[in-house]
């Protein structure tokens, strides 16, 4: 296989998890609390050599995700709460702790704070929140604090951690592949949702950008093998 092939195939396989992550970002720009992600390129060259000739293999070196916040909508919702500003919802999984920014809470059968895919939101402390069954009014205040008709039941954990070492599962889920620490000034703001920070209009736009340059490197490609064939049959026929 020519150099020129391998280094068309880096780029194609770094393109390819590309379009994966722009198409991703489009289908969930409507998403509550969806961050979107991009895509860490670097690029390896080695000499091949005395004459001081080398060949470059782009690489897809990593991930990221767009810390921006979303726009905030006001819903009025007693249990939906907007993060304004830096930080996670900590809620517990069947595999453990994870991150969300998505704040459309709920009550489950126990009274118990989770998400509305059943996740148990967690407190300051780690453990679930429990809201009484008797409660009329709850507020969750800035820092957190939630009360029930005006008596303090617990504070909801807000966390942080890099955006470089957080891995997506589904749609809403982060999981911190590093300590996460806890979020020193939290602002929240009860009755509100944020919405994905995708913008829908750059998204597309680098979709069509990251397609015509995945269709010329398989155009080279393809040039390639017709190349390396004629080469072939010509020296064949001598």
């Not at 489009?26 to 969806?34: L, Q």
């Not at 921006?68 to 939906?80: H, I, L, R």
């Not at 913008?199 to 397609?211: A, D, G, H, K």
């Amino acid at each position: 296989m020519s150099n020129t092939v391998y280094a068309a195939l880096s780029k194609q396989a770094g393109l390819s998890k590309e379009l994966n992550s722009v198409a991703n970002n489009i289908a969930n720009a409507s998403t509550a609390g969806y961050r979107r992600e991009g895509m860490l390129f670097s690029e390896y060259v080695r000499a091949l050599g005395p004459q001081d000739r080398s060949i470059s293999q782009a690489n897809v070196g990593g991930h990221y995700f767009d810390a921006t916040p979303g726009a905030v909508t006001q819903t009025g919702g007693m249990f939906d709460v907007a993060i304004d500003g830096e930080g996670y919802f900590l809620v517990e999984t069947p595999f453990g702790e994870r991150l969300t920014r998505q704040g459309s809470f709920m009550l489950n059968a126990e009274g118990q704070l989770v998400t509305s895919a059943g996740h148990r939101v967690l407190g300051d402390g780690g453990s679930p929140i429990a809201i009484p069954p008797e409660a009329t009014s709850i507020t969750i205040a800035q820092d957190g604090s939630i009360a029930a008709d005006g008596a303090p039941i617990g504070k909801l954990g807000l966390v942080t951690v890099e955006p470089t070492a957080l891995a997506r599962e589904g749609a809403n889920l982060l999981r911190a592949e590093e300590e996460y620490r806890e979020v020193e000034f939290p602002k929240l703001r009860q009755g509100f949702i944020e919405e994905s920070n995708v913008n829908t209009v750059l998204e597309v736009s680098r979709l069509i950008e990251v397609q015509r340059a995945y269709e010329m490197g398989q155009q080279l490609l393809k040039d390639e093998d017709e190349r390396i064939s004629k080469t072939v049959d010509a020296m064949r026929r001598r």
